[in-house]
């Protein structure tokens, strides 16, 4: 009989090599110690965020790990969670693992989380209650962009480095400076082991110097796309001193003033689902309250009142001169949905076009709240 629980850590090792053999089988060759290392790299402890599907001689046929974190939007702490490394080993296909893995992990957290986020087939994990959601601009920028913005020498003064030097000297002082930059941001989740959050799918965290001093950071997947990034002359900069034809600089919807900057000198830019995220709300009044107070500290929203139970949870939400109150009931009359017809309103941009929101409830709520720019850096997955 197949045992369901959670990973001991001298399964640890256990835990690694199924990742590895099944990714790879069905993909391309993986190593999640190189690929996750804040997870992978951290030890046996880390046993304790996999739920294991173990046959009777002891082998593992599946795992699932959920990764505890702690997201920041609109001066709220959100109980997050991260789901990843979902592995099913080839000749145990079919036989319900990862139904039920998933399912311990959804009950198991059903109190102590607020949201969960994945990347993942959508239909796949619509079946657990995620919707997809996220959405980022990414921008384009070429050589002739900035041969005709910065003219010769204006961008001497940036320079660029590893932010973490390979004899790890002064890695503490940068570790500090990138987790101070984080936290600037107005969402972000909390990093406690900054350097190999950096590494994440083979990111590289590049120093911005400008005059001697250090002023940012950027964070490349792949030699042209950059995911974290300030100062767009440091971004013309970098292109230029690396002689690349372009960069891809990809940014969260919110961040307006980046992205008026880069639309005044990139040459094109789309605005896109971030991948395939995709995310299971458990709390909807805490979710709705930070992530509404950062959309409107920083794309604006108007003021109004909607009264709802969503997915049996009553709230009233109030957004006044800017400021927004979220309370834990509702009028009768409230506006009624179940769980996806919730997470397709609040997360989907295209919500108020579609069925499955019945169109009078678009009536009672300001057209610019939803959906809620919930976003997920690469360094955080």
Not at 120 to 145: H, I, M
Not at 157 to 180: H, R, S, V
Request: hydrophobic residues 40%; contains cysteine; aromatic residues 10%.
């Amino acid at each position: 009989m197949t045992e369901y629980r959670l990973a001991k850590p001298e399964e640890w090792e256990d835990c690694i090599e199924l990742a590895n053999y099944v990714f790879s089988t069905a993909h391309r060759p993986h190593d999640f110690e190189q690929l996750i290392p804040r997870v992978y790299q951290a030890g046996p402890e880390m046993a304790r965020i996999h739920r294991v599907a173990v046959a009777e001689n002891g082998r593992l046929r599946a795992e699932i790990a959920v990764l505890p974190q702690q997201m920041a939007a609109g001066g709220k702490l959100l109980r997050a969670g991260y789901v990843g490394s979902v592995s099913v080993h080839p000749k145990a296909r079919g036989e319900g693992h990862m139904k039920r893995l998933l399912g311990d992990w959804i009950t198991d957290l059903e109190g102590t989380c607020d949201l969960l986020a994945l990347d993942g087939q959508r239909q796949r994990y619509a079946y657990f209650g995620f919707t997809p959601g996220s959405e980022k601009y990414t921008f384009y920028l070429d050589v002739a962009n900035v041969r005709h913005t910065w003219k010769n020498g204006e961008l001497s003064a940036y320079t660029f480095a590893p932010l973490f030097p390979e004899n790890g000297e002064a890695d503490e002082e940068a570790a500090a400076f990138a987790k101070k930059l984080n936290e600037e941001k107005p969402l972000y989740v909390v990093r406690e082991d900054v350097k190999a959050c950096l590494k994440t799918f083979g990111e590289q965290a590049i120093a911005i110097w400008k005059n001697g001093e250090r002023i940012g950071y950027l964070a490349l997947c792949g030699g042209n796309q950059v995911v974290e990034q300030d100062f767009v002359p440091a971004l013309a900069a970098y292109l230029k001193e690396n002689a690349l034809d372009f960069l891809f600089i990809s940014i969260p919807v919110y961040e307006t003033g980046k992205a008026a900057a880069l639309s005044e000198v990139c040459e094109s830019f789309t605005k896109e689902r971030c991948g395939s995220a995709m995310y299971r709300i458990f709390q909807f009044a805490d979710v709705i309250e930070a992530m509404l107070t950062m959309k409107a500290e920083t794309m604006g929203i108007s003021d109004g009142t909607w009264f709802a139970v969503l997915e049996g949870q009553p709230l009233t939400v109030t957004v006044k001169d800017g400021t927004v109150t979220v309370t834990r009931e509702a009028h009768p009359g409230a506006d009624v949905l179940n769980r996806e017809q919730a997470q397709e309103l609040l997360l989907s941009p295209l919500a108020s076009k579609g069925s499955k929101v019945p169109s009078e409830i678009w009536k009672n709520i300001p057209s610019d709240w939803f959906p809620l720019p919930l976003y997920c850096a690469t360094a955080d997955e």
